[in-house]
């Protein structure tokens, strides 16, 4: 098996909505979130984790194309055949012959904004329909508007130029552009249409 070509792929990840991604309580604070969003230990700054969006990616396109749900437990798929295994790589199938994962995703760095809120919750009781005692919650989200610089990196070799992919326009590609095309899918399973993709040939 050789490499080929890698390709970087950018854009902006715009929130739409309030954001959270869960992070750790580090520490205990009267009138502290309940459920805080992830941040840079350093810099005290909104991240958004490469593994947060490659592994909900992985998700929505094993469900898009059935192969959600296959393994015990609901394991990521390992059939070590479908374009998501290709793409991933085959989980916990070190037997497959598709070799390593073609895609890194990195950490979303912040561009714009960031500010965090707390937004209040409740549990409502199915039976009564009315709050729980005890239900009151806090989390932590990025506000609507924040934006993040992400990059994926996608690596070809030499097996995938006879491999297709019809994208959700039916669409069908061939080689290192039908890799291109899962991870569009991919994106837009996830996301609102990114506003700019560019893709960079190393």
Do not use: W
Not at 46 to 59: D, H, T
């Amino acid at each position: 098996m050789q490499r080929t070509a890698i390709h970087t792929i950018t854009f902006t990840a715009r929130c739409e909505s309030g954001l959270h991604i869960g992070g750790s309580q580090d520490e205990l604070a009267i009138g502290g979130a309940d459920n805080p969003v992830i941040k840079n230990p350093e810099t005290g700054k909104s991240y958004i984790p490469g593994s947060s969006l490659k592994g909900k990616m992985r998700a929505e396109l094993e469900k898009k194309l059935g192969q959600f749900g296959g393994n015990k437990n609901d394991r990521p798929c390992g059939c070590g055949q479908c374009a998501v295994c290709r793409l991933f790589g085959a989980h916990m199938s070190p037997g497959g012959n598709l070799g390593p994962s073609r895609i890194l995703v990195r950490d979303g760095q912040l561009l714009r904004g960031g500010r965090i809120e707390n937004k209040t919750e409740n549990i409502i009781d199915r039976r009564t329909g009315a709050a729980a005692r005890g239900g009151l919650r806090s989390n932590e989200r990025v506000i609507e508007g924040t934006e993040f610089k992400m990059q994926i990196v996608l690596q070809v070799f030499d097996q995938d130029s006879a491999f297709s992919y019809k994208d959700r326009t039916e669409k069908e590609y061939m080689g290192d552009e039908a890799l291109q095309a899962i991870i569009a899918d991919g994106l837009n399973l996830v996301t609102a249409v990114p506003q700019e993709i560019r893709m960079r040939r190393t």
